[in-house]
């Protein structure tokens, strides 16, 4: 039975299946980071477009204003525990690539590294920002993508009943990728 809540950020959280994303950015002092970001998607093919919710006192916020730059990346089965990781200490506080050794690979277009076994990595350069409230949203301008062909998509599917995260895969089989 529908229910009306009054509660609403209560029923945003238990709308919980989210394409769960790695945020890598970099600052103008050169200092790398990397995030996990739920609240993403396409948004346009011409040009090719996605946009990323980041909040407006989170450190990558500050870095993507800084240089205009991200690199959104689609994580695959075995990263699971680095969403964890990247999603729970800020890069403010610790360097997650030397703490973790996170591998990373050049990107062709902008300054900030690909996460290396990746679905997908899209390199972007903002191209407009919105403030929805205590996020912002900006929309990046896909300069360059990379896919992997031989992994699938983790995406967050919600909690568990001890309030754990629960990740699934999503198995993609497209004709032209073997």
Same mark, same amino acid.
């Given at each position: 039975?529908?229910?009306?809540? +009054? ?68 994580? #695959?089965?075995?990263?699971? +525990? ?9 890069? #403010? ?86």
């Amino acid at each position: 039975m529908l229910e009306r809540n +009054e509660n609403i950020p209560t029923v945003m959280r238990r709308h919980s299946i989210e394409p769960t994303v790695f945020v890598l950015s970099k600052g103008s002092d050169g200092k790398n980071n990397i995030m996990a970001a739920g609240w993403n998607g396409k948004c346009s093919y011409d040009p090719p477009m996605v946009t990323v919710a980041l909040s407006n006192k989170g450190y990558t916020h500050n870095l993507v204003r800084q240089t205009g730059q991200f690199v959104l990346a689609v994580p #695959s089965p075995g990263q699971e +525990e680095l969403l964890e990781y990247v999603g729970s200490v800020s890069g #403010s506080d610790v360097d997650k690539f030397l703490e973790r050794d996170i591998p990373t690979e050049q990107a062709a277009q902008i300054d900030v590294p690909l996460l290396s076994n990746a679905r997908v990595n899209f390199e972007c350069t903002v191209a407009n920002e919105v403030v929805t409230g205590d996020h912002f949203l900006f929309v990046g301008l896909i300069r360059a993508a990379y896919y992997n062909v031989d992994k699938d998509q983790v995406f967050f599917a919600g909690r568990n009943d001890r309030g754990e995260r629960v990740y699934k895969v999503a198995e993609t089989d497209f004709p032209d990728d073997k």
